[in-house]
């Protein structure tokens, strides 16, 4: 175990966290996207069906952008997530391994 695989691995783990981070204001800010869609279309009179059936139709079709938006937020979420995982299981592994090395110099 060298120098250089730890700080690889704790390199990885800052920038996949940082990732993640991303991931998250950039799926928080498709919600407050289809939340101000929502409003627009309210207060335009965009939505004037005369029954809740029609309403929920015509919202979902004005606002199809920032519906399929959200989506592929959430799937860049997950994937950040998980690659934040894997990160922290390599540091993780590594912190071991330099654990275990130390125990078995004796020191």
Do not use: C, P, W
Request: hydrophobic residues 35%; glycine residues 4%; without cysteine.
């Amino acid at each position: 175990m060298d120098e250089k695989t730890i700080d690889v691995a704790f390199s990885v783990y800052k920038h996949e966290r940082e990732g993640l981070f991303q991931a998250s204001d950039e799926l928080k800010e498709a919600k407050s996207d289809l939340e101000n869609k929502k409003i627009k279309v309210f207060t335009e009179g965009k939505i004037d069906g005369s029954n809740d059936i029609t309403r929920k139709a015509q919202y979902a079709e004005l606002t199809t952008r920032e519906q399929s938006n959200i989506e592929v937020k959430e799937r860049d979420y997950a994937l950040a997530q998980l690659a934040y995982d894997l990160a922290s299981y390599e540091v993780r592994r590594v912190e071991l391994l330099v654990q275990f090395i130390s125990i078995s110099k004796g020191e």
